[in-house]
């Protein structure tokens, strides 16, 4: 069953319209032309910073990680070609397809797709790396092209970058848009590229790097005790040198350290975190923070979990997030790849299966007790059920055929049924109920007969 949220979007658009959606070039000014959307160094030096937290931070490994095995679920397609694109989806391997796209998406923002031809058959669906794409489009939003650069080398253009001198710089040229396909998460307004689901915390995240490398110095330098030293006694008081001896000695000291000293220095320990600082403080503020912007609960990352209410009610908010981000594939997919490869229309539709084997369960529960309480029928149920569940029902008036009668006549005056209906052998009978045989001048047929008085009951 196709959801509301499923039905509302039906065709692909095109966007463009009237109304602009970024400032015109020719008019913008110095400090407008500098939009983080068409500086492509900053943008390239963001998404590098985003690569290194995915392989150095274990935590936005497993957010990332989390989210895209959430999100990509069992699937199935429904609509007329819903067999066509069945047999394209084992042929691309579409499940690994998803699970690398939607990685892309919420490490960057953003994920493209060459979707790569022979005839009219899709081969291909080859994922490019988003650090060196770019999108172009007119001022009122409408996508004109994309371009790939690389190190600074224009290599493949698609379409047009809207600036013929640029045009002629590229490699390779090709026509056509329609051969690549944008995913975008987290999109604002009407920009053209998507967000980072990391993007809020790369504050955090950066100091958490900076403590974790100097972590091993941190540690080497503070992991002392703090000492206080007692110099000389009443019958030998130390001097400014012997002082000043012992107290540059303590300030070397470090972790594994030895102190030798005569009888006249007394060295006690008072504490190990005076010395130092709290590390695991800002520590834990930081992972806070990262898990927070990461949307993803301590739970599923290892951490926590002694709240059970709490973090029930985590999951299922992250339920509704996951739901979200199947919305933007499937959207995506529908128009860029379905309808624009001309694989499919409007009315074929991608369809994922419940996230949580719970969630699932609880709907099918619901389902059989609807048709237990006979409010709804097995015919209906089945048609609720996901596909691999669905079965062949028989045609309900191949069971009883008297449902496939019809009761009325032309003229709207109700009919017999068949079994009701007399047969000829009927018809023929002399011996037939319905016929007058005693009088001989009717021939048997029916007469009204005047002769008799219909007696009517008088009022008294």
Do not use: C
């Amino acid at each position: 069953m196709v959801g509301f949220m499923e039905r509302a979007k039906s065709f692909f658009v095109r966007e463009g319209g009237k109304a602009l959606v970024q400032v015109p070039k020719s008019k913008a000014s110095s400090l407008l032309s500098m939009d983080p959307e068409d500086n492509v160094s900053e943008r390239v030096e963001k998404f590098q910073k985003l690569r290194r937290s995915y392989e150095r931070v274990p935590l936005i490994t497993a957010i990332i990680d989390v989210q895209a095995d959430q999100t990509v679920q069992n699937f199935y397609f429904d609509g007329p070609n819903s067999k066509k694109l069945t047999e394209m989806a084992d042929k691309v391997n579409l499940m690994r397809f998803f699970h690398r796209i939607t990685k892309s998406m919420l490490l960057y923002g953003n994920a493209y797709v060459e979707i790569v031809k022979k005839g009219k058959e899709i081969e291909e669906l080859k994922i490019i790396n988003p650090i060196w794409m770019d999108t172009w489009r007119k001022d009122t939003g409408e996508v004109i092209g994309f371009t790939q650069i690389i190190s600074g080398k224009e290599k493949v253009l698609w379409g047009s970058t809207g600036k013929p001198e640029m045009d002629a710089k590229f490699e390779k040229r090709i026509k056509s848009i329609d051969s690549i396909a944008h995913f975008k998460y987290n999109v604002l307004g009407s920009e053209k590229y998507g967000r980072s689901i990391i993007a809020p915390v790369l504050g955090p995240l950066q100091a958490k790097l900076d403590i974790e490398m100097d972590l091993a110095k941190v540690i080497h330098k503070y992991v002392a005790p703090l000492i206080w030293a007692k110099v000389g006694n009443d019958q030998f008081p130390a001097n400014d040198t012997a002082v000043s001896t012992i107290s540059s000695t303590l300030n070397d000291l470090q972790a594994e350290s030895e102190v030798t000293t005569s009888h006249l220095v007394d060295l006690q320990v008072l504490d190990f975190n005076a010395k130092g600082m709290d590390i695991k403080t800002p520590v834990d503020y930081m992972d806070q923070q990262i898990i927070t912007g990461g949307q993803t609960p301590p739970v599923l990352l290892g951490m926590g979990g002694e709240n059970k209410a709490e973090a029930e009610v985590q999951l299922r908010a992250f339920g509704r997030h996951i739901k979200a981000i199947q919305r933007e594939l499937k959207y995506e997919f529908e128009d860029n790849i379905i309808v624009k490869q001309g694989i499919g229309n409007e009315k074929d539709k991608l369809v994922w299966e419940r996230s949580e084997e719970r969630e699932w369960e609880s709907d099918v529960d619901i389902i059989r007790g609807l048709v237990t309480d006979g409010i709804l029928t097995p015919q209906k149920a089945n048609d609720l059920l996901p596909e691999r569940f669905n079965e062949e029902l028989p045609d309900p008036t191949e069971l009883n055929p008297l449902l496939n009668q019809n009761s009325q006549g032309p003229d709207g005056v109700q009919i017999p049924r068949d079994n009701q209906m007399k047969n000829d052998k009927v018809k023929d009978n002399p011996k037939d109920p319905t016929m007058t045989t005693k009088d001989k001048k009717t021939n048997g047929s029916r007469v009204n007969k005047t002769d008799r008085e219909i007696p009517v009951m008088k009022k008294k």
